[in-house]
């Protein structure tokens, strides 16, 4: 299949949205083509997403021309596992299984309340 401007802007690019407090707008990205990159700002979430369409045909066409790797979207196929091993000392270890018994939770449970907590 060709890679051309139908191609990537028919993707399933993730769309975020947020609203803006100090001015009461709503902007709208794409997180998967860089940070900054591809956004939109408008009045109401509808418009901000319309826009963004816009903003992201621009983007791609510009990225074609100039020959730069555009990435694809993540399916949730390439997402990790949702495992992994960490080595703590044993002194944090019984730490966090106090606090776990603390809030009558798992471990697992625990731990995957505070990590998310502090990602947000």
Same mark, same amino acid.
């Given at each position: 299949?060709?890679?051309?401007?139908?191609?990537?802007?028919?993707?399933?690019y993730?769309?975020?949205?947020?609203?803006?407090?100090g001015?009461?707008?709503w902007?709208?990205?794409?997180?998967e083509?860089?940070?900054?990159?591809?956004?939109?700002?408008?009045d109401?979430?509808?418009?901000?997403?319309?826009?963004?369409?816009?903003?992201?045909?621009?983007?791609l066409?510009?990225?074609?021309?100039?020959?730069v790797? *555009?990435?694809?979207?993540?399916?949730?196929?390439e997402?990790?596992?949702?495992k992994?091993?960490?080595?703590?000392?044993r002194?944090?270890?019984?730490? *966090?299984?106090?606090?776990?018994?603390?809030?009558?939770?798992?471990?697992?449970q625990?731990?995957?309340t505070?990590?998310?907590?502090?990602?947000?």
């Amino acid at each position: 299949m060709k890679k051309d401007i139908q191609y990537f802007n028919n993707l399933p690019y993730k769309v975020v949205i947020e609203f803006n407090e100090g001015d009461d707008t709503w902007t709208a990205y794409h997180p998967e083509l860089g940070w900054g990159t591809c956004y939109a700002i408008g009045d109401t979430q509808d418009e901000a997403i319309k826009l963004l369409a816009d903003e992201r045909k621009d983007l791609l066409e510009i990225l074609l021309e100039d020959g730069v790797e *555009i990435p694809e979207p993540k399916l949730e196929e390439e997402l990790p596992s949702g495992k992994f091993m960490v080595r703590i000392p044993r002194s944090l270890h019984q730490h *966090i299984r106090e606090n776990a018994e603390k809030e009558s939770v798992s471990l697992n449970q625990y731990v995957t309340t505070v990590l998310a907590e502090k990602a947000g």
